[in-house]
């Protein structure tokens, strides 16, 4: 099936680092939302977002929906070793609005 | 904690045998989601279900099915189970037929296949 191309794959930081992650796509999205698992757990919803252009930020954390429609990028500020966990994007293609398709994840590692 | 539940926790079985995956959505719920996480595939989307009727399928193989009972808990069921089953399970669930904004994990199931 489709899925979103998410780099990096993994990341090794320090503690107060910022750190970027994107989410990128062939085709036009019309939504892009970012979530976060933590061992063990289902992903939670970080940040949705529905417009091109759209910047939206959770605490240290701020998303933007890109201006082509094909990618998206997720920011944390300052980074806490409460960061580590892996970090999804998902999107809706504007061609099929009740399939969420997701990337493969980024791994964050926070050294403290 | 989400408020989505799902039984059992872990779940080891054989090649061939067939396994049910039990998911109570958040109490109002009405839509269900079944993924399955691999290593090398990410999060999948399944099938989802809204108040008992099937409303999107995705990538879920014929000895695959699943269904949502008239309190809105889902089952899935997996048959013929192969190695490569051997996977996460997500069930996630939201308020509405096309909500993917406010959709909410459980905490998988674990499924091993010797």
């Known amino acids: 099936g489709q899925q979103l191309n998410q780099s990096p ?6 503690e107060g680092e910022d750190v970027s992650m994107n989410c990128t796509s062939s085709s036009i ?42 990618d998206s990028f997720l920011n944390i500020s300052a980074s806490i070793p409460s960061d580590v966990g892996i970090y999804f994007c998902a999107g809706l293609n504007a061609g ?17 | 904690d989400s408020g989505v539940t799902q039984t ?5 079985t054989a090649t061939g ?12 719920d009405l839509s269900v989601y079944w993924y399955q ?20 399928k995705g990538n879920i193989l014929e000895r695959f099915s699943a269904q949502q009972f008239p309190d809105l808990h889902s089952e899935l069921n997996l048959s013929s189970l192969e190695l490569g089953d051997s996977a996460l399970y997500f069930c996630a669930s939201s308020v509405e037929q096309v909500s993917y904004n406010e959709q909410f994990f459980g905490p998988g199931t674990r499924l091993t296949v010797l």
């Open chain 1, 9 to 14: 794959q993994s990341m090794f930081i320090q």
């Open chain 1, 29 to 70: 999205f019309n939504t892009w939302l970012w979530y976060k698992q933590d061992p063990g757990e289902g992903p939670v919803l970080l940040i949705a977002l529905y417009k091109a252009g759209e910047l939206t930020s959770n605490g240290r954390l701020t998303a933007q929906f890109g201006i082509t429609r094909k």
């Open chain 1, 96 to 112: 099929n609005n009740r399939k969420l398709i997701w990337g493969l994840g980024t791994s964050l590692a926070v050294n403290p």
């Open chain 2, 8 to 12: 059992p926790k872990h779940l080891i």
């Open chain 2, 17 to 28: 045998q067939r396994v049910t995956l039990r998911c109570s959505p958040r109490s109002g």
């Open chain 2, 37 to 56: 996480q691999s290593l090398d595939q990410g999060l999948q989307f399944l099938i989802q279900y809204y108040n008992g009727e099937e409303r999107a």
